[in-house]
Nanobody, 120 residues
Framework: VQLVESGGGLVQAGGSLGLSCAAS????????MGWYRQAPGKQRELVAA????????NYANSVKGRFTISRDNAKNTIYLQMNSLKPEDTAVYYC??????????????WGQGTQVIISS
């Protein structure tokens, strides 16, 4: 499975930005997908995740009400709409896919990351 992110950039605080992540390869084996971020000097953290069918989502408390994750399985793509952005949202954002390797074993795949910078 290969993951390619797009949509990062520089915006002012209070603005909006959208990220996309397109999956290719053995996409039929992809389960949950999500977005993580890593700020300088900090650990990578979960931002938002969405189940295969899109019926369930999970958000970090820090982004609830501001970010929305969505999924288009026909396009093998997930999206992250980020509104009301804050300087503390500045980070490299990584796309993640949990892929079934066997009936009980999964493996995490990661995109290359896309930089998001929020200016105050």
């Amino acid at each position: 499975v290969q993951l390619v992110e797009s949509g990062g950039g520089l915006v002012q605080a209070g603005g909006s930005l959208g990220l996309s992540c397109a999956a290719s390869g053995s996409t039929f084996s992809i389960n949950t997908m999500g977005w993580y971020r890593q700020a300088p000097g900090k650990q990578r953290e979960l931002v938002a995740a969405i189940t295969k069918g899109g019926g369930a989502t999970n958000y970090a408390n820090s982004v609830k009400g501001r970010f929305t994750i969505s999924r288009d399985n026909a396009k093998n793509t997930i999206y992250l709409q980020m509104n009301s952005l804050k300087p503390e949202d500045t980070a490299v954002y990584y796309c993640n896919a949990v892929v079934w390797i066997t009936g009980v074993t999964t493996r995490n795949y990661w995109g290359q990351g896309t930089q998001v910078i929020i200016s105050s």
